[in-house]
Structure formats: structure tokens, C-alpha cells
């Protein structure tokens, strides 16, 4: 995969991954990923009258597109290291252009799902790789830009329904061709990206480091895939039923549904807050005040007169985990590359999952039971949290390194 050479001016300093035009268009491709991620959703009812397709028919093109993309992440993470970055990142959006393309000019239904699987697929190598990068690329800065990178997610996720909105449905195509273009044009700054990083081990490396401590390692990665898996389900949950539960408890239809993108625009908004406090607080205190403030956010949801404004505090509070979480998790286990993979694609997983499992419990129960539901949840990522850096302290202060401030 050829990428453009570096501009002039655009050198990568020596203990950094990015020049700062690269630093911008990783940006630029967060919000082309957010912004694909949420097109599919509100481009369903042009999709079942162009091709005649039932709900659950046309809700196969979001789960082709989430399956390609924990494909892209455990497939990606096995070349990372051994390929350049350059070359990842390239044939990602390479992928994302050439899927998107195919989902909005296909014939016929197959071809389509066939588009939005590859673009799923370059969506995950992106997603990843610059996860990855962004995780250990800018030193002790890394959890910052971590969270700047991805609330540029964000952005595109409420950017993506906000165009299918002003052009319509039926003009889905259009949309998905200029995002291939987009992510078409990401490919000449790859130039400023660097292709190995001092920092980087070998994959076999990392996992030979892991080999004396590897029931250690072991407990902490499930540790921390259960916390990445429930936290995004909560975020997935809240973002998926809140318009339903609100509805429930007597507000109307549009309220619920301002309600819904003012909880997504606060997600955006406390990512892009909470980078400046990463430079004073360790990744463990941020966590466990985020998970704390999302359960208490959810348990007054619970009250049908404080649920609106609850959800949006649920969004304020829920944004740092994620980011803030993979420097921990790079530090915290020995095989931190393998480990970054997998906590990624279960997020994905614990995303896709979150919506039948609460539509299953209110099944059961009633819609009144979610935000009671998810406080369970959280309150088993703030139990997560505490059991992690308890961990990861008893192993600093056992080599000598500095201990985590919670325990």
C-alpha cells in the first residue's frame, strides 16, 4: 500500500507517532468512522423500499458492518508490528472507500451487506490503529489525545444523522460516496505517520514478556474486557432505549428524542473536558469517578421528573472510560498489544449486544426497568475499577514503581 511521502515541514518527531497534519487527519478519520457508524440507522427505510427488505432484513447491513469491524480489529492486530503503520492505516480507509462505494451503488441486497462488511472491516483497522497508536504515540500526553481522538467520534456520530436529515433518506448514496472520498483523501497524510514507533514490541515479544506472570495477565485482561464490554453496553443502552424509556414515563416523542442526542452530544463534550485533567489525575482515579458519577447519573434516572437531565449526565460522565482506559490497560498487562485488540473488539461486541439484552429484560420487566438495569452495571464497572487498581498498585509497589491513588 503506497502513501504519499511526508510534505515539507510535516517531519514526525523522534519520540512521537504523528506530525501534527497526521495528528489533525486522525481526527478527520474519527469522524469519518463515527459518522459511517450512524448513517446505516437512519438510511433504513430507503434501504427496505429500494430493496423490498423486512426491519430485520435491513438491520443486517449495521450487524455486517459491526461484524467486519471486530474482523478489522483482531485481523489488523495481527499484522500490527509486523506491518508498517502506514501500510495498516492505508489499506483501512483503502477498504472504508471501496465498502462504501459498493453499499450505495450495489444491484442487489447481497452486495450491499458484502459493502458494509468491508467498510466494517476497514472501520475496525482504523478504530484500532489508531487506538493503538494514539495509546502509546505522545508519552505521558496519551490518555489527553486519547480522549480528543475520540470525541472526534462523537462528532461524526451526531454529524452522520444530522446529513440524512437535511438531504433524506433516499439520498443515503450520496452520503455514504462522499465519505469514501473522505476517507479516499485520508490517505495522503499517512506521510506524517510513523511506521515504527520506539516504543513498540513484536507481538511475539510482548507475549514471551507475558509468559512468568500469565495467570496475572490473565486475570487482569478479563478484568478489564468486563469492564469495556458493560461500560459500553451502558453507553449502547442509554443511546438506544432512553427515547423509549423517557416516552414511558410520560414525556413526548420529540422531547425524548432532543433528549436522546443532547445525552450523545454530552459524550462528545466530556471527552474533549476531561483531556486536560489527564495531565493531573492518573487513569485509574478518572475511571472510578466516571463510573461513579454514571451510577448515581442512572439511579436518578430512575425518577420519571430527573431522567432527562440524569441521561445527559450519564453521557458527561460515561465519555473518558474508553479512551482513558487503553494507556492503563498498555501498562497494566504484559501483552498489552494483544490486550488492546481484544478489549477494543469486545466493546464492539458489548455494543451490539446491549440492545436485545435490555429489550429482553423489558420483556420481562417493563420499560421502566432500564436505567435501574444499567445502574447495575455501572456499579459493576466501578467495582471493575477498584479491583484493577488495586491490582496494578500491588504490582507497582511489588517491582518498585509507582502505585495507583485508589485502594
Known amino acids: 500500500m503506497q502513501t504519499l511521502p511526508s510534505p515539507p515541514g510535516a517531519a514526525v518527531r523522534p519520540d512521537r507517532s504523528f506530525s501534527t497534519p497526521a495528528v489533525v487527519a486522525s481526527c478527520i478519520g474519527f469522524v469519518l468512522i463515527g459518522a459511517l457508524q450512524s448513517l446505516y440507522g437512519p ?27 471486530v474482523a478489522g480489529v483482531l485481523g489488523f492486530d495481527r499484522a500490527f508490528g509486523r506491518i508498517g503503520n502506514r501500510t495498516l492505516l492505508g489499506v483501512s480507509y483503502t477498504l472504508v472507500a471501496l465498502g462504501g462505494v459498493a453499499f450505495a451503488f450495489s444491484p442487489g441486497w ?13 472501520f475496525g483497522g482504523i478504530d484500532y490503529g489508531l487506538n493503538q497508536l494514539f495509546a502509546t504515540g505522545f508519552g505521558r500526553r496519551s490518555p489527553a489525545m486519547l480522549n480528543i481522538l475520540n470525541a472526534h467520534f462523537g462528532i461524526g456520530a451526531i454529524a452522520g444523522p444530522a446529513l440524512i436529515g437535511l438531504f433524506g433518506a433516499d439520498r443515503y448514496p450520496a452520503v455514504f460516496t462522499a465519505f469514501a472520498v473522505l476517507a479516499a483523501l485520508l490517505l ?27 495467570r496475572r495477565t490473565a ?65 485509574p482515579v478518572i ?18 421528573g430527573l431522567a432527562p437531565y440524569a441521561y445527559a449526565g450519564v453521557g458527561l460522565f460515561i465519555a473518558p472510560i474508553f479512551p ?42 417493563e420499560v421502566r426497568a432500564v436505567p435501574a438495569v444499567l445502574f447495575v452495571l455501572a456499579a459493576v464497572c466501578l467495582a471493575a475499577t477498584w479491583w484493577l487498581a488495586r491490582a496494578t498498585r500491588a504490582a507497582a509497589g511489588a517491582s518498585g514503581g509507582p502505585g495507583s491513588p485508589l485502594g
Not at 475511571?287 to 420519571?304: D, F, K, Y
Open 219 to 283: 486475570a487482569l485482561l478479563t478484568v478489564f474486557v468486563v469492564l469495556y464490554v458493560l461500560h459500553v453496553g451502558v453507553e449502547a443502552g442509554v443511546g438506544g432505549w432512553e427515547p423509549t424509556h423517557l416516552e414511558a414515563v410520560g414525556h413526548s416523542a420529540a422531547f425524548a428524542a432532543s433528549a436522546t442526542s443532547v445525552y450523545w452530544l454530552m459524550l462528545t463534550l466530556g471527552r474533549f473536558l476531561v483531556a486536560p485533567l489527564t495531565l493531573r489525575w492518573s487513569e
Open 43 to 69: 438510511a433504513l427505510p430507503a434501504l427496505r423500499q429500494e430493496y423490498g427488505l423486512s426491519p430485520s432484513g435491513a438491520g443486517l447491513a449495521l450487524s455486517a458492518h459491526f461484524v467486519g469491524g
Open 110 to 122: 447481497p452486495l450491499a451487506l458484502l459493502g458494509a462488511l468491508v467498510t466494517g472491516f476497514g
Open 188 to 214: 495522503i497524510p499517512l506521510g506524517g505517520v510513523r511506521d515504527r514507533h520506539p516504543g513498540d514490541l513484536p507481538a511475539d515479544a510482548a507475549a514471551n514478556a507475558a509468559g512468568p506472570r500469565a
Open 324 to 365: 482513558t482506559g487503553l494507556p492503563w490497560l498498555r501498562r497494566a498487562v504484559p501483552a498489552a498489544r494483544r490486550a488492546g485488540a481484544l478489549v477494543i473488539a469486545a466493546s464492539m461486541v458489548g455494543g451490539v449486544a446491549a440492545g436485545p439484552a435490555l429489550g429482553k429484560v423489558i420483556e420481562l420487566f
Open 287 to 304: 475511571i472510578a469517578v466516571s463510573c461513579a458519577g454514571t451510577a448515581l447519573c442512572l439511579l436518578a434516572a430512575v425518577q420519571p
